[in-house]
T-cell receptor, first 117, second 110 residues
Framework: GAVVSQHPSWVICKSGTSVKIECRSL??????MFWYRQFPKQSLMLMAT?????????EQGVEKDKFLINHASLTLSTLTVTSAHPEDSSFYIC?????????????FGPGTRLLVL | RKEVEQDPGPFNVPEGATVAFNCTYS??????FFWYRQDCRKEPKLLMS???SGNEDGRFTAQLNRASQYISLLIRDSKLSDSATYLC???????????FGRGTSLIVHP
């Protein structure tokens, strides 16, 4: 099956630092990747849709200057949380949609837990 | 009204029981529906897609009711390993952008 990896799996950082999270599709190419955030006991909230070679599409209420997304290749998308604050602490999950399958088919990465002190 | 609504539960059932979850959605133009399973502190994994004609995979049956705008998931002969949160996912009408429900927690006990 399709595999999506995320790195790092855990991050603990001081307030004000920037954190970069990588999402890779390991055995397929993905023109579209999604970034989600999940707070405890809450649903996954879509933050943005990342398209290879173009700017990401952000959901309403998500600051594009705060959450920088780069989708530089068909197998890699990165999310950078700039000047992280404690309220940014969350579980960040990416998913990728294989090029040869309908775009609604998504494979999820294992997630990255971010804790901002 | 939320776009996708689920009863958070928890549903606490004994092994072997049959349990059903519903999920309602607000956008009548939605075309694609899914059930995902999420274990504690893990990523969601696709359980099954939901088709107009309904579909069955072993002990799991999913149904779609467009008139009432809800989907359902039925689990027969519950196993301890079925304990998880079940997420309903509905794609926005005319697109593949997914909207997740909050999830329904299932606890299967011996």
């Amino acid at each position: 099956g399709a595999v999506v990896s995320q790195h790092p799996s855990w991050v603990i950082c001081k307030s004000g630092t920037s954190v970069k999270i990588e999402c890779r599709s390991l055995d397929f190419q993905a023109t579209t990747m999604f970034w989600y955030r999940q707070f405890p006991k809450q649903s996954l909230m879509l933050m943005a849709t990342s398209n290879e070679g173009s700017k990401a599409t952000y959901e309403q209420g998500v600051e594009k200057d705060k959450f920088l997304i780069n989708h530089a290749s068909l197998t890699l998308s990165t999310l950078t949380v700039t000047s992280a604050h404690p309220e940014d602490s969350s579980f960040y999950i990416c998913s990728a949609s294989p090029m040869e399958l309908p775009e609604e088919t998504q494979y999820f990465g294992p997630g990255t837990r971010l804790l901002v002190l | 009204r939320k776009e996708v609504e689920q009863d958070p539960g928890p549903f606490n059932v004994p092994e072997g029981a049959t349990v059903a979850f519903n999920c309602t959605y607000s956008n009548s133009a939605s075309q694609s529906f899914f059930w995902y399973r999420q274990d504690c502190r893990k990523e969601p994994k696709l359980l099954m897609s939901v088709y107009s004609s309904g579909n069955e995979d072993g002990r799991f049956t999913a149904q779609l009711n467009r008139a009432s705008q809800y989907i359902s998931l039925l689990i027969r002969d519950s196993k301890l390993s079925d304990s998880a949160t079940y997420l309903c996912v509905v794609n926005k009408g005319g697109s593949y952008i997914p909207t997740f429900g909050r999830g329904t927690s299932l606890i299967v006990h011996p």
